[in-house]
């Protein structure tokens, strides 16, 4: 059969993926369910999926469902055809998820017994991307055992492991968008910004009036969660300084500090540069340029006409008490031509003297504000500039990234 139903959802979300081979493996946990999910996800960035699962885990959950998913036959164990050695050259990353105990003990030990373990020492035989999404009970993961395991696996230089959260007691494996968000990264760049401490600030700012009313913009926060999520991913010491998201964290950012108001953000870019010697940080929150010069303790009664006096309130970025290698700014304004949002980008680059400016049209209606979608240009302290191309903002993330490790690494 030449046609699959598949391919009628591939590259539906982005074509990040296109032209990569990825084996979604699947060991015996309860945690496979969300394999089926996880392997669309990929299919709709682009990706070839293929499926081999233990035989404890077919036995689970029917090949069927998964060959349903991927339009590819899955493996369920070896043949003559050594699908192992196949598979390795095949694709170009494994992923194993769920990945049991039992998984990772073989994986780390070179024992191969069975599919799973077997193909994964053959991937990074071949120098090739393992990525490893535990799942076990709590007290399974806790043991100094694993902890040995897990060191095994991080020394080899292909292998990543996304660690799973404790939620109420219990040890539980990430949504499937956060697994896709660690995922994609990796496959594509591998940990490269390893070593590097990135800050990133993100999402808009609350200016009170009285106790329920503010001052506020349209910003979601998706830009800057997306680049912090992005540089995790691939290696980088982020924290994430947020004021108020329309998005969610994903759940393995764990170096979050969250703020309301502008006065707040200022007060913890100047305490987080003042012990922290960042190599990058970037600016790419979107707080309040005024606050009202007075608040009111009681709720205003409606009905009554107010006249509102407004004072600037700090400017975040003027905040860096020690700074970094690398300085990005963003801008954010309405412009009527190419040569307007230069102009806006180089302007914002002198003034702060960033080595980087980031500016998008939020006159559009398509990109910028409240979009997942944004089409940036990049103005340089050298004078060049380049405009990216319309993408989903994981992929603008990736492409301000990469501009970035370019300069740290060659310089202007």
């Given at each position: 059969m030449n046609y699959h139903p598949v391919e009628d959802i591939?590259?539906?979300?982005?074509?990040?993926?296109?032209?990569?081979?990825?084996?979604?493996?699947?060991?015996?946990?309860?945690?496979?369910?969300?394999?089926?999910?996880?392997?669309?996800?990929?299919?709709?960035?682009?990706?070839?999926?293929h499926i081999m699962m233990t035989s404890d885990a077919s036995r689970t959950v029917s090949p069927i469902l998964l060959e349903w998913a991927t339009g590819n036959r899955v493996i369920t164990g070896l043949s003559g055809q050594t699908e192992h050695i196949y598979m390795a050259r095949k694709c170009d990353a494994m992923i194993i998820m769920p990945a049991t105990l039992n998984t990772l003990s073989k994986i780390a030990y070179g024992i191969t017994d069975e599919n799973v373990a077997l193909t994964a020492v053959s991937f990074i035989g071949y120098n090739k991307k393992v990525l490893l999404v535990p799942a076990m009970h709590l007290n399974m993961y806790k043991t100094d055992y694993l902890s040995t395991i897990h060191a095994k696996l991080e020394s080899l230089s292909t292998v990543y492991s996304l660690p799973p959260r404790v939620v109420n007691g219990s040890l539980k494996i990430h949504e499937v968008d956060d697994i896709v968000r660690w995922s994609v990264p990796l496959i594509l760049r591998g940990r490269d910004l390893k070593g590097i401490k990135i800050l990133v600030t993100a999402g808009s700012t609350r200016e009170y009036l009285d106790k329920v009313r503010f001052i506020t913009n349209p910003g979601t926060g998706r830009m800057g969660v997306e680049i912090a999520s992005e540089a995790h991913a691939r290696g980088a010491y982020v924290v994430l300084l947020a004021g108020h998201l329309e998005v969610r964290i994903p759940g393995f950012m764990d170096n979050v500090v969250r703020v309301e108001t502008t006065e707040e953000m200022a007060a913890e870019m100047e305490e987080l540069t003042s012990s922290t010697q960042y190599d990058v940080i970037i600016s790419a929150a979107s707080p309040?340029?005024?606050?009202?010069?007075?608040?009111?303790?009681?709720?205003?009664?409606?009905?009554?006409?107010?006249?509102?006096?407004?004072?600037?309130?700090?400017?975040?970025?003027?905040?860096?008490?020690?700074?970094?290698?690398?300085?990005?700014?963003f801008v954010a304004d309405i412009a009527d031509s190419v040569d307007d949002l230069k102009m806006m980008a180089f302007n914002k680059l002198r003034k702060h003297d960033a080595e980087l400016a980031v500016a998008n049209n939020i006159g559009r209606k398509d990109i910028g504000f409240a979009s997942e979608y944004n089409e940036i240009l990049i103005a340089y302290k050298n004078g060049n500039y380049e405009i990216s191309p319309k993408m989903r903002k994981e992929e603008v993330s990736r492409f301000i990234l990469d501009r970035i490790k370019e300069k740290m690494f060659i310089g202007e």
């Open positions: 591939k590259s539906t979300i982005s074509r990040e993926l296109e032209g990569k081979c990825v084996l979604l493996s699947i060991t015996n946990s309860v945690a496979l369910y969300k394999s089926v999910d996880f392997a669309r996800s990929l299919i709709k960035r682009g990706a070839d999926v309040v340029d005024f606050r009202p010069s007075e608040f009111y303790d009681e709720k205003l009664r409606s009905g009554q006409e107010l006249a509102i006096k407004l004072t600037p309130t700090p400017k975040v970025i003027s905040k860096i008490r020690v700074r970094p290698k690398i300085l990005v700014a």
